[in-house]
Nanobody, 125 residues
Framework: QVQLVESGGGPVQAGGSLRLSCAAS????????MGWFRQAPGKEREFVAA????????YYADSVKGRFTISRDNAKNTVYLQMNSLEPEDTAVYYC??????????????????WGQGTQVTVSS
């Protein structure tokens, strides 16, 4: 199994930046995709970004493209989400997820096998 622990969330003013971290432990050698999802109050959980563990190919939701950057440090078993130019609409609980089954649908929740506890990001204006 894989355990995921997010950190780095908190309150931030509009236009500011945050960097979220997701530390993975356990069977990290089997990880294929790592993804970030978010869920705002009253809304469905939505895809934010994904990265292939080997190779580092990245994919983003249109709503965050150009503002957010996903990256990973394989040696540290950690994935990051750098969030710039934050807007109130970015307010949500952000979840880190890991796929160990080489799934193709990196933007879908069902593609992932393990999830972190989530970290709150609150953007005020």
């Amino acid at each position: 199994q894989v355990q995921l622990v997010e950190s780095g969330g908190g309150p931030v003013q509009a236009g500011g930046s945050l960097r979220l971290s997701c530390a993975a432990s356990g069977r990290t050698f089997s990880m294929y995709w790592m993804g970030w999802f978010r869920q705002a109050p009253g809304k469905e959980r939505e895809f934010v970004a994904a990265i292939r563990w080997s190779g580092g190919s990245t994919y983003y939701a249109d709503s965050v493209k150009g503002r957010f950057t996903i990256s990973r440090d394989n040696a540290k078993n950690t994935v990051y989400l750098q969030m710039n130019s934050l807007e109130p609409e970015d307010t949500a609980v952000y979840y880190c997820a890991a796929d160990i089954n080489s799934g193709s649908y990196y933007g879908r929740e069902y593609n992932y096998d393990y999830w972190g506890q989530g970290t709150q990001v609150t953007v005020s204006s």
